[in-house]
């Protein structure tokens, strides 16, 4: 089955304490990238890649780092997590960078920083 | 740069009347649009999208959108709604121009189904 997998899928954690949240598509899929979901705010892009060992910035990457030494696999790598990082999280691929390709979601990763 | 508007926070429908979620959009060149569909406790489920060709773009669970390059809209619709189609619905766009950087997305729509 075509997926995207993200783990894990609920986490509380401690200011400071590094955490990473992986993902993991099998759709051999070039494009992927973070979100974090935040009431009224959508969705918001934190870092996106576009190939291996290609990564960039999206909108909110402060506080955030990604690694993309696998085609399938692009982890999110909180160094010193903050409150302000608590938030549903999402990872997300797509074929390729073309406009006209669907993005695919995997089922989101609850995070408490307390 | 792209943006993506959704007016409404929350759309109350009665079950078994038509539905309209609504999206307008920016973009500097051409749009791509995109609905997604996110139930509790899930991720994002593509509906359907616009890229080209006929205004009218049929989707999942018998959802449809009107592309309106006038008014700059992407509304959703379908024509009889049910209990369980309540869920947060989100537009979302690239922009050709633009396309590095992703989707942006619209902040969502709330929309309750009553029985």
């Known amino acids: 089955e075509a997926q995207v997998t993200q783990n894990p899928r609920y986490l509380i954690t401690v200011t400071g304490k590094k955490l990473t949240v992986t993902c993991s598509q099998n759709?051999?899929?070039?494009?992927m990238s973070w979100y974090r979901q935040d009431p009224g705010l959508g969705l918001r892009q934190i870092y996106y890649s576009m190939n291996v060992e290609v990564t960039d910035k999206g909108d909110v990457p402060e506080g955030y780092k990604v690694s993309r030494k696998e085609k399938r696999n692009f982890p999110l790598i909180l160094e010193s997590p903050s409150p302000n990082q608590t938030s549903l999280y999402f990872c997300a691929s797509s074929l390729s960078l073309g406009p006209g390709n669907t993005i695919y979601f995997g089922e989101g990763s609850w995070l408490t920083v307390v | 740069a792209q943006s993506v508007a959704q007016p409404e926070d929350q759309v109350n429908v009665a079950e078994g009347n038509p539905l309209t979620v609504k999206c307008t959009y920016s973009?500097?060149?051409?749009?791509?649009l995109f609905w997604y569909v996110q139930y509790p406790n899930r991720g994002l489920q593509f509906l359907l999208k616009?890229?080209?060709?006929?205004?009218l773009v049929k989707g999942s669970y018998g959802f449809e959108a009107e592309f309106n390059k006038s008014q700059t809209s992407f509304h959703l619709k379908k024509p009889s709604a049910l209990v369980s189609d309540s869920a947060l619905y989100f537009c979302a766009v690239r922009d050709t121009d633009n396309y590095g950087q992703n989707f942006v997305f619209g902040p969502g729509t709330r929309l309750s189904v009553l029985p």
């Open positions: 616009y890229i080209t060709g006929d205004n």
């Open positions: 973009v500097s060149g051409n749009p791509y």
């Open positions: 759709m051999n899929h070039e494009y």
